[in-house]
């Protein structure tokens, strides 16, 4: 999508005038451009053509992690890792610009303690969200449930997308996973209450500043379980994973055996993988739903 001066202007109001446009490519359906405005800042902008929701869930998203993050006073820097929405409406979205730095060990540690504080804040009194939900441009049924994890997690998460994907699945691969949703209850390890949790915390989706932190960006924020964003991660790998996962475990304890679970968290965005990419994520697909069961022996 071509995106203008004068819209961005438009959008963010106040007088404020675009002075160049830098255009940085594509993800998913969106492209993602950075601009200059005549006060001094840059910011980013996420737009699209015309998809209903989308930006309105993310900006919902990030305004509920900070609202939650900024009430419990204990990220210690201030502020919660969430950016500031600036403005969004159907065709874009913008956020201030954060110019990258380098994911350092303090940064790390810094990161698990204020994404400890973010999930432990004002928790939501269920599971999903009181808005449409979105995991990258795929719909994410977000209806609040008061029930416990795992069946919201089975109904909500797995079986949707376990149907999405099917088309690249092999009959053994989608009984494979069907064997998970019907010991979701013996797999899913002690009851937690819900957390605000990021709901797609792959490594991609933190930004480490140069300010020394790290910043969450483009969530499927909800009610959820706080071990998923923890268990995306690790499914493709985060800079100093093991201090984010030992300054978290330490500033709010997580249950025994988490890092046997971390299959089971995984497995929905890794079915969204399928879903979106086709058969390249079957094989990681199938030994997590693997690795999930493997708790029962």
């Known amino acids: 999508m071509r995106v203008g001066r004068e819209a961005i ?5 106040g007088g404020v005038r675009v002075e ?30 015309d998809q209903p929701g989308v930006f309105a869930a993310e900006a919902a998203g990030l305004r509920w992690l900070a609202d939650g993050a900024a009430s419990s006073g204990s990220s210690g820097s201030g502020s919660p890792p969430v950016p500031e929405v600036l403005a969004e409406d159907d065709r874009m979205l913008i956020l201030p610009w954060l110019p990258q730095g380098t994911a350092t060990a303090s940064a790390a540690e ?18 999903g969200a009181p808005w449409k939900g979105f995991i990258a441009d795929l719909p994410l049924d ?5 029930g416990d994890w795992p069946g919201w997690y089975a109904e909500r998460r797995l079986e949707p997308f376990l149907h ?8 053994g691969d989608r009984r494979l996973i069907e064997r ?3 010991e979701i209850d013996a797999l899913a390890g002690p009851p937690e209450p819900p957390s605000r949790i990021h ?13 020394g932190r790290a910043m969450v960006i483009d969530p499927a924020a909800h009610g959820g379980h706080r071990e998923t964003d923890l268990a995306m991660l690790a499914l493709f790998g985060a800079p100093h994973l093991d201090r984010v996962l030992a300054a978290y475990d330490e500033t709010s304890p997580l249950a025994d055996g988490w890092r046997d679970r971390m299959p089971l ?30 708790a029962l022996r």
């Open 142 to 146: 977000n209806t609040p449930t008061r």
């Open 20 to 49: 160049s446009i830098t255009d940085l490519g594509t993800s998913h359906s969106w492209t993602l451009h950075r601009a200059s405005l005549s006060d001094g800042r840059e910011v980013f902008v996420k737009a699209a053509p």
């Open 9 to 13: 202007a438009r959008l963010l109001g």
């Open 110 to 127: 810094r990161f698990g303690r204020e994404l400890a504080a973010m999930h432990s804040a004002a928790p939501p009194a269920a599971y």
């Open 199 to 211: 709901g797609d915390l792959w490594s991609g989706n933190v930004l480490w500043t140069r300010e």
């Open 265 to 294: 968290h995984q497995l929905h965005p890794l079915l969204v993988h399928v879903a979106l990419f086709g058969a390249a994520y079957r094989s990681q697909t199938v030994d997590a739903a693997g690795a999930a069961l493997a």
């Open 164 to 171: 999405r994907a099917a088309v690249h699945l092999g009959t």
């Open 180 to 182: 998970v949703i019907e």
